[in-house]
């Protein structure tokens, strides 16, 4: 984080105030109006530079759409969503910037100064005017040395790494072949919505045999601003190839839309490995859990070749409501999919999370280790599918629940969904819930630590085989966020 | 050091403690004998600070200040340490990572700056050898898998890191064999200094063989029925405790 407020510093020293103003001007003119309709879709496909048959594919999803209806089988409870009220496209800001850092909630201040992020930094984040937008944000990181020789030695590779509508314009091909393959258009309600509306996302294509020299960042890529709501991801490792994704940022950043319904693809050919990796810190809500963000998330790898791996790694801290269950198609014979996920609920949150491990090819192997943690007034859910196709003789599974509360007023909930339609088929299943015990915490207290230390302490090593798992670097912030996260959770 | 006056204590309604008086000066061991439920491991509880005792009449002095309405971190930060009886397991945190939070928050407390890494490692290893404590042993989760003897070695590990100026030893001879005990013994007596104080609960005399106390405090329903020299225990080892559970009732 250092490295990256002497860029920002160094190119803020150049000419932000250029950036400012190109971008007041320009969203004022692409300003839509509320509501969803074929129109705005056609705005938003137009206002990209797409070409025709993307518009037919997005108004598809449209008219998809209106016939669906949104899904309530998880445990959230949330007011209804009029969706006719929402901006798709450019929505403006509800609130006038903050002028400086005294005019942003000192709580949220607390939480950057306690990750250590340098004060620059933490104006962008909260958005402070003149520190620069988000679009000047991005461009910074892009201008520097550092991206510069980041793209550069991604490009020798021969790596793309884009943003989805880049990529709709400059690889057509490769768009068309892949996405809405692993996420169909009609999957769901939110992933339909997402297909009619997405405004971006990355676009990534490992070529055959190579392996990505460098984790690919969602830090590191342009991003125009809002364009969190509806993000669209697609990954493509061809055959033999490795790629290692990181998404997301341990800082809670300012964020205007209260619904976010993202679709993540993910593609792995013959041999190839995808490594997906997110931290996910959104807005949870105030005290009483109003205002928070509704986080509607479609995430599915397909392991299409033989012998091909994807490996979902996530730390869930934020937002009001988490519905999300990042699967894998094992559908390459001897394919692997792995799920990873430390899902921390507090105050008045709700997770309803899990995954699905749909084995198709022969010996498919699964691993599903998923660490729970409920404090606060929360509810916390794991809901999974282990299945098994008639074809995929020798498919192995392993699942692992863990559940830990905190206090006596929230819940931790499992909810494994096990089907197996070959008698080779071997699935195992362990769970457990525990609660941190008060002579525990008695114990830590006696040796100094206290109690908001003991808890993090306690709980780091409850998700340790899960932090295991994540690019170094972006372990450690987890494991000081988790202890975040947490705070005010006793006593 | 210790100066613990008219001390009444309940847990659930039930009177645990009975107007309790106990000195124990700098530099002293003192010895804690009584039948079981006699009301020991209740106070080493109250003195540390666990919650769910409920004090109702007297004092607890720490050089003087009264530590009764501490939280157990701060008593903690104040010199006071308690070797359990039954040390509880932490998964997942390794041993080595718990040493070092634990160094640092008292640290903290007393507003010293942060130990840093090689002299963390210098003083641990330097402690575990003594202790018989190998490195693979400190890698594991805390207490996780280990055996009676090794969680009472990690007991009096802690002890020698923290430094602490007064010292609850709780029943730390129970299921020990006696190579164990003899290490655990010899690992508290290279802690005697004239600024420190122990409080050694036992209820047998096999443990003051190895750690010789200076005085001897026998307890019986809820209070100190009598007070005397390393010899007392010797005297009940021979007459047992009967003769208190008489007085008592």
Redesign the interface.
Known sequence: MPAVQETVERVKAIDVEQYKYGFETTIEMDKAPKGLSEDIVRLISSKKGEPEWMTEWRLEAFRRWQTMREPKWARVNYPPIDYQELYYYAAPKKNPAPKSLDEVDPEILKTYEKLGIPLREQEILAGVEGAGSRVAVDAVFDSVSVVTTFKEELKKAGVIFCSISEAIREYPDLVRKYLGSVVPVSDNFFATLNSAVFTDGSFVYVPEGVRCPMELSTYFRINERNTGQFERTLIIADKGSYVSYLEGCTAPARDENQLHAAVVELIALDDAEIKYSTVQNWYPGDAEGKGGVYNFVTKRGDCRGANSKISWTQVETGSAITWKYPSCILRGDNSRGEFYSIAISNGYQQVDSGTKMIHLGKNTTSRIISKGIAAGRSENTYRGLVSAHRKASGARNFTNCDSLLIGDKCGAHTVPYIESKNASAVFEHEATTSKISDDQMFYCLQRGLDEEEAVALIVNGFVKDVLQQLPMEFAVEAQKLISISLEGSVG | MLQINNLVVEIEGKRILNGLDLTVKAGEVAAIMGPNGSGKSTLSYVI?????YEVLDGEILVDGENILEL???E???RGV??A?QY??E????STM??LK??MN??RK?REEAELTTPEFMKRVRAAAEKLHIDQEMLRR?LNVGFSGGEKKRMEIL?MAL?EPRFCILDETDSGLDIDALKIVAEGVNTLRDPARAFLVITHYQRLLNHIVPDTVHVMANGRIVRSGGKELALELEASGYADYREQAA
């Open positions: 540390a600070g666990k919650e769910e939280e157990p971190n008593r903690a930060a340490f308690l359990f040390p509880l932490i998964p997942g945190v990572t718990f939070a634990i928050a008292q407390a989760g802690q923290l």
